[in-house]
């Protein structure tokens, strides 16, 4: 079964507008990640949420974490059109490393 | 400081060709992670160093794939015979011993077997 599933798939918003994107995994965890891919690029490291906090601030970037309903969210504040790439959420299962991904959310902020 | 470089950014070969990928971790970072994205699927964990030992590598497809880390510095990751199901972004990671669950990404190689 997939862990981290990202929704929605795509979302396209203007600039300015604030922009959520949700998450859901299904095994016990003990971090929750969120990182982003610019086309063609890496994956940059956004925000990690530890599996006893609620919600963590960093700049424009809000993340909330419910383990009783295992899911999380990424809200974006204020969008810019630099904030157009695709974002996934990752998770650790309790006990290992290794992260599993969703499939992740086409994010386009239109100028 | 520098980030986690890959080696190289991109590479075509026929399927049966041998092809080797580099990863240069984090300076400090004893752990070191290969992902990769094949086409329209998720990205998926491949195996994890820690320094040179093989720590956890439940994610390699099949044994056409070698993963080393010699001195436990900077990995490879070859494949031989490629296939073409092997095309796709191979991501390499790397995180520091006290925080090893936050890990930092190379910008991947992309690889095309034709």
């Known amino acids: 079964s997939q862990q981290g599933e990202e929704d929605p798939q795509a979302l396209s918003i203007q600039e300015g507008e604030n922009a959520t994107m949700n998450c859901s995994y299904k095994t016990s965890i003990n971090n929750l990640q969120w990182y982003r891919q610019n086309s063609g690029r890496g994956l940059v490291h956004l925000i990690l949420?530890?599996?006893?906090?609620r919600e963590k601030h960093s700049g424009r970037l809000r993340v909330t974490l419910d383990t009783s309903k295992k899911s999380s969210s990424l809200l974006i504040t204020a969008s810019r059109a630099a904030d157009t790439a695709s974002y996934f959420c990752a998770t650790n299962d309790q006990g290992a490393q290794k992260l599993v991904f969703g499939q992740g959310t086409r994010l386009t902020i239109n100028p | 400081e520098a980030g986690v470089t890959q080696f190289p950014s991109h590479s075509v070969i026929e399927k049966g060709q041998t092809v080797t990928l580099r990863c240069d971790p984090i300076?400090?970072?004893?752990?070191l992670y290969w992902y990769r994205r094949v086409m329209g699927k998720e990205i998926k964990f491949l195996l994890h160093f820690v320094k040179e030992s093989k720590q956890d590598e439940s994610g390699m497809p099949n044994n056409r794939f070698l993963a080393e880390r010699t001195g436990g510095t900077y990995s490879t990751l070859k494949v031989q015979p490629a296939e073409l199901e092997d095309s796709g972004v191979y991501f390499c990671a790397s995180s520091h011993p006290g925080s090893p669950y936050e890990q930092y990404f190379g910008p991947g190689t992309r690889l095309t077997v034709t």
């Open positions: 300076s400090g970072h004893d752990n």
């Open positions: 949420i530890r599996s006893n906090e």
